[in-house]
């Protein structure tokens, strides 16, 4: 009587365990997730793949005791939430077998003063390092890199790892364009969700928003130029301040840059990979020849799904945004140059 009544008991734990869970939370228990760099993005990255119910984490940093502590704080804050999952913090690589996804965010950080580009010869060593720790623990993992300056990271990762080129994605587009969507719809007066723009090339000074693929509420951007609703040199303030984005952040901060949109743009990613969403996103994607320029990463749209990211998707150009596409690419492929004696 007492073995039948614990089996109730049991069953009645597991029952109520799972009665307000959502789909996605029990496929991601089939995940697991790295950070590579437990820094502002990794950190805040790793808060919102909790959130998000992805999968158990694995924080990593070659600063153990920022790892634990940041996964400590991370694990403590879920039951508050009202979140099942499970989150370690370790110094130890080993501790990425397994992982289904690895977002690597290891690198200094853009300060006052620095260009991404200043960032190359520094952030080049550790993006070696991370390769590497991949390459040999947990190579069928989809990476995303977010590290600076962005797709010349991107290039050296997939270089050194020897993983497929479809699997080696970097973070930046989806940046871009949400900071071009949110700055016209500040001069707009809109709300920034209803629109729907790309920005392509590298994630640099020459990156190319699109106003020619640009809408707001399906109304193409011109017409609103039209109406006079803005005008097109405010609309070229615009471009120059999506530009100088990250720019922007690191002279208020001072002592730091971006953190809360790239986590939330390298997420966006890695849902859509292990949920098979399929969604076109603007990302740092390799193309073996793309306007003249060969063997290269660079931001393009492309169509993330279970099977990584295969499916690029150039969008029709005017003359003018191919030729500035062309200059972006061109100084995309000077920074790998650069980099080169650093992978082979």
Not at 162 to 186: C, E, K, N, Q, W
Not at 258 to 282: G, I, N, T, V
Request: glycine letters at 8%.
């Amino acid at each position: 009587m007492r073995l039948a009544f614990k089996q109730v008991a049991v069953f009645s734990t597991e029952f109520f365990r799972h009665v307000n869970t959502d789909w996605r939370h029990i496929i991601a228990h089939r995940h697991r997730i790295g950070f590579i760099g437990a820094g502002n993005i990794g950190g805040t990255a790793a808060l919102l793949a909790c959130v998000e119910k992805l999968g158990s984490i694995v924080l990593f940093d070659i600063n153990q005791g920022v790892a634990k502590g940041k996964a400590l704080d991370i694990a403590q804050s879920l039951p508050i939430q009202n979140i099942s999952s499970t989150v370690i913090g370790t110094a130890n690589p080993k501790d990425l077998a397994g992982c289904s996804v690895v977002i690597v965010t290891a690198g200094i950080p853009r300060k006052a003063g620095m260009s991404r580009d200043d960032l190359l010869d520094i952030n080049a060593k550790i993006m070696k390092s991370c390769a590497i720790m991949v390459r040999e623990n947990c190579p069928d993992a989809f990476c995303i890199i977010i590290t600076n300056p962005l797709d010349a990271m991107v290039w050296a990762f997939a270089k050194i790892s020897g993983l497929p080129a479809h699997m080696v994605i970097g973070m930046a587009g989806i940046l871009d364009t949400a900071r071009y969507r949110y700055f016209l719809s500040l001069a707009l007066k809109c709300d920034p969700c209803q629109i729907q723009t790309l920005v392509l090339g590298g994630h640099a000074d020459a990156m190319l928003p699109l106003p020619s693929h640009t809408t707001v509420a399906g109304i193409p951007l011109q017409h609103y130029i039209d109406t006079q609703m803005i005008t097109w040199p405010e609309h070229d303030k615009i471009v120059n301040r999506t530009r100088m984005g990250g720019g922007e952040i690191v002279g208020l901060l001072e002592n730091g840059s971006a953190y809360h949109a790239p986590a939330a743009a390298a997420l966006q990613m890695a849902r859509s990979y292990l949920f098979d969403e399929r969604k076109c996103l603007p990302c740092a994607v390799y193309q073996d020849e793309i306007l003249g320029v060969r063997d290269i990463y660079a931001g393009l749209s492309v169509v993330i799904s279970g099977n990584g990211a295969r499916d690029v998707i150039i969008p029709t150009l005017t003359a003018d945004e191919e030729e500035q596409l062309r200059t972006s690419l061109k100084g995309v492929e000077n920074l790998i140059q650069q980099i080169k004696p650093h992978v082979y």
